[in-house]
């Protein structure tokens, strides 16, 4: 019986991260894209989109226990709060020290 390793590659892609856009933008599934165009059209810069991103962020701050929280996760906290989405999903998909890019399973055994 032989085990099968999946090996990350350092120059692997980001979930959810499109690496053709250089401004980081995020991959969308076509239901998502059809929302955020129909959105986009109807106050024709993209507002709805980003207020539902502070609403969310309002309830996260909220909720957030940062007191209890260990370094890794008040890190990737402040990127959440500070940041965008895709800056979010970088950084926590990313070994700090080296720049790898973790795995979902590794990302999760971190982040819990």
Avoid at 16 to 30: F, M, T
Avoid at 77 to 89: A, I, P, Q, S
Wanted: charged fraction near 35%; hydrophobic fraction near 25%.
């Amino acid at each position: 019986m032989t085990k099968s390793v999946q090996v990350n590659d350092s120059k692997a892609q980001v979930p959810g991260v499109s690496e053709s856009n250089e401004s980081g933008s995020e991959e969308k599934g076509s239901e998502e894209k059809g929302s955020e165009e129909k959105g986009s059209e109807e106050n024709g810069s993209g507002v709805v989109e980003s207020k539902k991103q502070e609403s969310a962020k309002e309830v996260i701050k909220c909720i957030a226990d940062t007191a209890n929280m260990d370094e890794a996760n008040k890190q990737a906290y402040n990127v959440l709060m500070d940041g965008t989405r895709e800056d979010f999903l970088r950084h926590v998909f990313t070994e700090q020290g080296t720049g790898r890019v973790r795995s979902y399973a590794e990302m999760r055994m971190m982040y819990g």
